[in-house]
């Protein structure tokens, strides 16, 4: 996917709510006008994917326990010059959780949200304060997998029921606004890839 089919899934893409709707519109202005928003040479703000992996009965998803953040998380991470960001979100499930089955249920937007992430110590080197602009993407993974943790960002993969997903974040906000959001659309979602 190139930057033009991006911006097209963008534009089509349907928001679940205000949040999204104006996270949409900033995201689609954040392209048009930063050549450099895939990169984090951009150091305000730059393009990520993140997955919402659940299981093949969707009663459960699959989250890591991210170093930086020190709470459970979905996975995810930077498009690092790469514009087809649903390949992005595969690749990091695999990196960070160590599943081999896993497949996209829809290759379409599933959420979107702008991130703040706060300045932190990564890999001996400070990063300044900075956004996300994300792409979520619907993933389904086999129960089964064995799952390894990426020691450099997380320190822990498992499966959780849906509503327990919520309770083990310590991230306040994205309990409310992401994570439960992403349930509820989980629900109502209908169309998987064959």
Known sequence: MDVIQL????????PWNEQEAMDRDEI??????CPDIFTRENRNAHMTASSWIVNPERSKVLMVYHNIYDSWSWTGGHA?????????????????????????LSDEIFSL???????????????SSHLHL????LLEAEEGDELHRK???????AWFPLDEAIK????????ARIYNKLNQKLSG?????R
Do not use: M
């Open 80 to 104: 690092d010059g790469e514009t087809d960001l649903a390949a992005v979100a595969l690749r990091e499930a695999r990196e960070e959780t160590g599943i081999c089955h896993v497949r996209l």
């Open 168 to 175: 083990a974040s310590s991230e306040p906000w994205f309990r």
């Open 134 to 137: 994300n792409l979520t993407y």
């Open 113 to 127: 949200e702008i991130l703040t992430v706060d300045g932190h110590e990564k890999r001996g080197k400070y990063v």
């Open 151 to 157: 020691d450099d960002e997380n320190s822990g993969v």
């Open 7 to 14: 911006q097209a899934a963008l534009k089509r893409y349907q």
């Open 189 to 193: 979602f209908q169309n998987p890839i």
């Open 28 to 33: 689609l202005r954040q392209i048009e006008r």
